[in-house]
């Protein structure tokens, strides 16, 4: 925790404050929120950033994308525009935000959006033809206005939301009684070999509710690395050497996975979503190969070199149980 976090801790009561008298309000109805007649899937977390949303996102676009007509509803941080935009293959990032656009390049069947109110992104995904069956909220867990009908609440091994607290000095966008509203709770990034002992007693830290289902999942990097100009594999990298790009919350799962190769690589690290700069571009330019991650590449891709720049594909795997949370999910529709 760095200084200015400690000495910020007296504003941790006063924002614990508003936070809860807000969600209070939305609980006794004297904010109004919308519940919708067809299923939307709220994917959130309580921490800021580094919970593995997107991943969680596309797991459930690759389980949902061939069985209904989906839309997925993002804020689209950091981008340049306003309002509700339709993403699109053409579409930058400064455009429609990275991870959106990160979606739409994988998936592009699938209809994605994004509007920072929620509300009225639903209404114009609602308005296209054919209709979107089900829609996924990404990062909408704080985002009242919407009541949806499932919520997914993620919280990193290392990083546990029962052992934060809020900001200024912690990282808790609400206090951890709002952990209370989630359906499903998953514990992202766990190592391969955690064990049942260990997760019984994560399970009694985070305290669930009788409705509350628990999941561990831990991150899939895969054997290859993608590019323009195809895909290669990992063990290419010990022979060449390559700098990594990272502007994601927490880099270090990748970092020591690539480590964990013996591959060797400098590392230059950006803030997270980081919109690079024409200098930085310039300097990137200049090394001679290029890894990163998915979703840095989208926002690399149309100022570097395809021949110098590799991403990175991840996926989210469940450690046990994901037969029963596949069911919980496509039952979502079946009910409808």
């Not at 395809?306 to 069911?327: A, H, S, V």
Request: with cysteine; proline share 5%.
């Amino acid at each position: 925790m760095n200084l200015l976090r400690k000495i910020l801790f007296l504003v941790v009561p006063i924002y614990y404050l508003v936070t809860w008298l807000r969600n209070k309000m939305y609980d006794l109805g004297v904010k109004s929120s919308v519940i919708y007649d067809f299923p939307v899937i709220g994917v959130g977390n309580l921490s800021v950033g580094g919970t593995g949303k997107s991943p969680m996102v596309e797991y459930l676009i690759r389980l949902l994308k061939d069985k209904v007509r989906l839309a997925t509803l993002s804020r689209g941080y950091k981008r340049e525009t306003k309002g509700f935009q339709l993403v699109t293959a053409s579409s930058t990032a400064r455009e429609v935000g990275d991870e959106p656009l990160q979606f739409k390049t994988k998936f592009l069947d699938v209809v994605v959006g994004v509007d920072s109110d929620r509300r009225k992104g639903i209404a114009k995904l609602r308005s296209l033809t054919p209709q979107p069956e089900v829609i996924i909220l990404d990062d909408a867990y704080q985002h009242r206005k919407v009541t949806a009908r499932f919520y997914i609440l993620l919280t990193a091994y290392n990083d546990l939301y029962c052992d934060d607290i809020v900001l200024p000095t912690g990282n808790l966008r609400e206090p951890r009684k709002g952990a209370n509203r989630a359906d499903v709770i998953v514990i992202t990034k766990c190592p391969k070999e955690i064990s049942v002992d260990e997760r019984e007693n994560i399970a009694k830290k985070l305290k669930l509710q009788p409705k509350q289902s628990l999941f561990f999942a831990t991150i899939d990097y895969g054997s290859e690395i993608t590019g323009r100009l195809g895909v290669k594999p990992i063990e290419t990298l010990k022979y060449v050497p390559f700098t990594l790009v990272t502007g994601i919350a927490n880099p270090k799962p990748l970092v020591a996975y690539y480590r964990s190769l013996g591959l060797i690589f400098d590392h230059i690290n950006y803030p997270d979503h980081h919109n690079f700069s024409n200098r930085e571009l310039k300097e990137l330019a200049g090394h001679e190969l290029i890894v990163t991650t998915e979703k840095d590449y989208v926002r690399l891709v149309s100022d570097l070199s395809i021949k110098k720049l590799w991403y990175q594909p991840m996926k989210m795997k469940f450690i046990e149980g994901g037969d029963l949370f596949d069911d919980m999910i496509l039952q979502l529709h079946n009910t409808n």
